[in-house]
């Protein structure tokens, strides 16, 4: 019933856009988004969910199973069979937003970039500085072009001096690691390795994210800005 309002927004967003490709490519954009919102409300709506047939031809997370049995609603999502919800979108955003919820994030890729020169290699392909980063925190970074286009936003991880763990975008996964490879300098020590199918992630947001990690991890759980040590 919003879509009158997201009309607006669009045409403002592709008049900022002074290049006919970025145009094109931005209506392409927002017209699959657009797309996914009208066909996630069907589903809502009918209580439909995607034949098996169709889900064969998807990749599936290793939660699969388990949210499949929870009646969750599937929808394919860059290639991936993805759940939008289990019983009602608006009550699980509100309950999201006002208490905590999971979410499984696993069709997004990971790259691990190892050696003594990984941290220089890195600073030359991202825009954040990685020499603020200790280990056991995580930076949000971009990846660009030589002309500044961004390539895709990332959030890489420092576990030593010398490993750096990476989340791509699951769109982008392979792009991403194609670039940083045609990047990788041949004399130095740089190790770059797509591990994305080694990986199982689950996102836990809300304002009662501390209280639960703390309940299944432990009391030693403290939220410290990026830091990702227990």
Same mark, same amino acid.
């Given at each position: 019933k919003d879509l009158s309002k997201l009309s607006v927004i669009v045409y403002y967003t592709v008049g900022l856009a002074k290049k006919r490709k970025k145009?094109?490519?931005? &209506?392409? /954009? &927002?017209?699959?988004?657009?797309y996914s919102i009208t066909k996630l409300k069907k589903? +809502?709506?009918?209580?439909?969910?995607?034949s098996e047939q169709h889900t064969q031809d998807l990749k599936k997370t290793p939660l699969y199973e388990l949210q499949k049995n929870l009646n969750a609603k599937f929808v394919p999502f860059c290639g991936w069979s993805m759940p939008a919800f289990f019983k009602n979108v608006k009550d699980e955003h509100l309950y999201v937003r006002n208490h905590v919820g999971l979410? $499984?994030?696993?069709?997004?890729? +990971?790259?691990?970039?190892?050696?003594?020169?990984? /941290? +220089?290699?890195?600073?030359?392909m991202v825009t954040n500085d990685l020499d603020r980063l200790k280990p056991g925190f995580s930076q949000y970074t971009l990846m660009c072009l030589p002309d500044g286009g961004v390539i895709d936003d990332m959030i890489i991880y420092c576990q030593t001096e010398t490993s750096y763990f990476i989340c791509v975008n699951a769109s982008n996964r392979e792009k991403d690691f194609r670039w940083l490879c045609e990047h990788q300098p041949k004399d130095r020590d740089v190790?770059? /390795?797509?591990?994305? $199918?080694l990986w199982c992630? &689950?996102?836990?947001?809300?304002?009662?994210? $501390?209280t639960l990690l703390k309940e299944v991890l432990g009391e030693h759980v403290e939220q410290k800005g990026s830091n990702i040590t227990p």
């Open positions: 145009r094109c490519q931005l &209506i392409t /954009k &927002i017209s699959s988004f657009l589903t +809502e709506r009918n209580g439909d969910n995607m979410f $499984d994030v696993s069709h997004m890729g +990971e790259i691990l970039v190892t050696g003594s020169f990984a /941290k +220089e290699f890195l600073n030359s190790q770059l /390795k797509d591990v994305s $199918d992630q &689950i996102a836990v947001q809300g304002p009662e994210s $501390d």
